[in-house]
């Protein structure tokens, strides 16, 4: 499935980048599911936040969750009763954040997840196919500190004096921005 509106010619500083967290079903793409999502879309070369998403995404397999990925998202069907179609989150999201470079504290997870969903819904890909890994500039940038043991979003997060309520998307990837713009001094 091609890039939708990826140029490999254009300006990377011209693309919007749509920092994106995700939780799941579990950790295979091929047998498990988005849940949930949030996401916040900054524009280049401001790094300002122009607009954020958030949702629960209905499971069409819950029989093959994960039970510890289901605790860790904190899922139950009578707190998802608000949750959307997959479809709906792709296409929403793909009209927030077109041609968006995604963002993330490891966020191959989502890239993987996001692809797999894009394909099974049969919807081309929005985002262009260039990564930013938060994590990896965590890691050049921390890795002198001796007072960090496990390089970790938490770690990040308390060293660098940026607020975050684990495990809760919206504040993971709020987090995951701050820490984004106070390791590139932006």
């Known amino acids: 499935m091609p890039y939708l509106l990826d140029n490999?010619?254009?300006n990377f500083?011209?693309?919007p980048i749509l920092f994106l967290d995700f939780e799941f079903t579990g950790l295979d793409p091929r047998k498990h599911e988005i849940i949930e999502v949030a996401a916040l879309l900054v524009t280049q070369p401001d790094f300002k936040v122009v607009n954020s998403y958030y949702t629960k995404?209905?499971?069409s397999h819950i029989d093959t969750a994960d039970l510890r990925s289901l605790a860790v998202a904190n899922y139950s069907e009578s707190t998802w009763t608000?949750?959307?179609p997959l479809r709906t989150m792709l296409e929403e999201l793909a009209a927030m954040a077109p041609n968006a470079i995604?963002?993330?504290w490891s966020v191959q997870n989502e890239w993987d997840f996001l692809n797999?969903?894009?394909?099974?819904?049969?919807?081309?890909?929005f985002q262009t196919?260039?990564?930013i890994e938060?994590?990896?500039l965590a890691f050049v940038k921390l890795y002198q500190n001796q007072k960090i043991i496990h390089l970790n979003l938490p770690a990040a997060a308390r060293t660098l004096g940026v607020y975050l309520d684990q495990h809760k998307p919206d504040s993971d990837i709020r987090a995951t921005y701050e820490i984004f713009k106070k390791l590139s001094d932006l």
């Open 57 to 59: 995404v209905l499971p």
């Open 82 to 84: 608000d949750a959307i």
């Open 8 to 10: 490999p010619l254009a």
């Open 102 to 104: 995604l963002a993330g």
């Open 13 to 15: 500083r011209d693309h």
């Open 116 to 125: 797999a969903a894009l394909e099974s819904e049969n919807l081309p890909y």
């Open 134 to 136: 938060v994590y990896t």
């Open 129 to 131: 196919h260039r990564l």
